[in-house]
């Protein structure tokens, strides 16, 4: 079955450290996305990409990068960890334009 | 850019009465409204969507409502039930776009 999948699941880091989180899907899906999810504010986006060599930036894009080398993996990356930054992860995929999101199932990270 | 509020933020609702949820957005071009579930520890999942060429849909408890003119719609899950309790996400996007924005989440409980 297709999927999408994340990892790791839980981290932990220090403040100032690179973290690159994984994710990975088999749907085939050219759009993918990375959201943020805390406490009162939902899930807000981070960075998005409809393809290949793609990348945009979403709401609270400033720390964070990602690279789209091919069609399966979005890595999101904080350059340098911050403490504003503990929160869970969600990467999502959508075949159609306007369509259905498959989220993964979530990353948690914990900067020090 | 589109925003989203939703209200309440927390419902309390006895087993087998109904609940509703609103959001409201700011876009006028914003065409396509769906809710995504999550329950404890689990990813977001949609459970309907709705179209601004309709104004109402229903899937078994669940129906969804659209007022485009107040730029509004609501959430309504009938007969609710203990595997109903979850955070709701109403969200919106246009057409050709498939970057959703998310409101903020209500956290639905069902009491026994």
């Known amino acids: 079955d297709a999927e999408i999948t994340q990892s790791p699941r839980h981290k932990i880091t220090e403040t100032g450290r690179q973290v690159t989180l994984a994710c990975h899907q088999t749907?085939?899906?050219?759009?993918m996305f990375w959201y943020r999810q805390d406490l009162g504010h939902g899930l807000r986006l981070i960075h998005y990409s409809y393809g290949v060599q793609d990348t945009n930036k979403g709401e609270v894009s400033d720390g964070y990068s990602v690279s789209r080398s091919n069609t399966e993996d979005l890595p999101l990356t904080l350059e340098s960890a911050a403490s504003s930054q503990t929160s869970v992860y969600f990467c999502?995929?959508?075949?159609?334009?306007?369509?259905?999101?498959?989220f993964g199932e979530g990353s948690r990270l914990t900067v020090l | 850019g589109e925003n989203v509020e939703q209200h309440p933020s927390t419902l309390s609702v006895q087993e087998g009465d109904s609940a509703v949820i609103k959001c409201t957005y700011s876009d006028s071009a914003s065409n396509y409204f769906p809710w995504y579930k999550q329950e404890l520890g689990k990813r977001p999942q949609l459970i309907i969507d709705?179209?601004?060429?309709?104004g109402e849909k229903k899937d078994q408890r669940i129906a969804v409502t659209l007022n485009k003119t107040a730029k509004h719609f609501s959430l309504h899950i009938t007969e609710t039930q203990p595997e109903d309790s979850a955070v709701y996400f109403c969200?919106?996007?246009?057409?050709?776009?498939?970057?959703?924005?998310f409101g903020t989440g209500t956290r639905l409980t069902i009491i026994p």
């Open positions: 749907w085939n899906h050219n759009n």
């Open positions: 709705i179209r601004s060429n309709v």
């Open positions: 999502a995929s959508s075949e159609s334009r306007s369509g259905e999101l498959f």
């Open positions: 969200a919106a996007s246009k057409s050709g776009n498939e970057k959703l924005t």
